[in-house]
């Protein structure tokens, strides 16, 4: 009889340690998938986070007297975000028929605050189209990252050339709101592309009042 309750316990023993271990297991990958963060296109990312996810082009000579070009991408947002590098374009605001897309392939994800470099996203680019009044772009004309002349070093840049927006990247903008609203000491203020120009706003301080600055140097609030 005594073994026979033995046996009994011993069943239940097994039991209780197996749903234990279970248990665990079912926790254990549950946390996983909370903490795993969702990556997001770039264009679906909600504006607030998007605004966050800055961009900067540069340019070099390469061997055959033209100009290949590197881009940076510094994600300062919350959220992991993927990128389509044949998607990135050159296009002209006076010719609606030009347009140079990236000879790179393949996709890659930035993830929240990683800052990534692609060396060549453009490549075989002649002085006459960095010295012209186009610009960076992602996906269609509604994603303007940055001015093309922003890109060129000073000695490659051909003199007498200006642009046709009086604000062309973020660093221009940021100077131009510090300036314009008399915040030449704020070390906060940031800027990222947006549609029609740069949103403006405050890295700390949340009661900082958003603002668009259009291309042509306009403050728009938001």
């Known amino acids: 009889?005594?073994?026979?309750?033995?046996?009994?316990?011993?069943?239940?023993?097994?039991?209780?340690?197996?749903?234990?271990?279970?248990?665990?297991?079912?926790?254990?990958?549950?946390?996983?998938?909370?903490?795993?963060?969702?990556?997001?296109?770039?264009q679906s990312i909600n504006k607030p986070e998007k605004n966050k996810i800055l961009f900067e082009f540069k340019t070099s000579e390469d061997a055959y007297n033209d100009y290949s070009v590197d881009m940076l991408i510094k994600n300062k947002s919350k959220q992991d975000a993927k990128f389509y590098l044949s998607k990135f374009m050159i296009l002209l605001p006076d010719d609606t028929d030009f347009q140079i897309n990236s000879n790179l392939k393949s996709t890659i994800i930035v993830k929240a605050g990683e800052t990534k470099k692609i060396d060549h996203i453009f490549t075989h680019l002649y002085q006459t189209i960095l010295d012209g009044n186009g610009g960076y772009y992602y996906l269609s004309k509604?994603?303007?990252l940055e001015g093309l002349k922003e890109s060129v070093s000073m000695q490659h840049n051909s003199?007498?050339?200006?642009?046709?927006?009086?604000?062309?990247?973020?660093?221009?903008?940021?100077?131009?709101?510090?300036?314009?609203?008399?915040?030449?000491?704020?070390?906060?203020?940031?800027?990222?592309?947006a549609e029609g120009g740069f949103n403006i706003f405050s890295s700390s301080d949340p009661t900082f009042e958003r603002s668009l600055i259009t291309y042509d140097g306009s403050i728009v609030l938001s």
């Open 1 to 42: 009889m005594k073994t026979k309750y033995w046996g009994i316990l011993t069943v239940l023993t097994f039991v209780v340690i197996a749903g234990c271990g279970e248990r665990k297991k079912s926790v254990t990958q549950a946390t996983k998938s909370e903490d795993k963060t969702e990556i997001y296109n770039y």
């Open 142 to 144: 509604n994603y303007r």
């Open 159 to 193: 003199a007498g050339v200006s642009s046709k927006y009086r604000v062309n990247n973020p660093k221009e903008a940021i100077e131009f709101y510090k300036e314009s609203m008399a915040f030449p000491s704020r070390s906060d203020i940031e800027a990222s592309p």
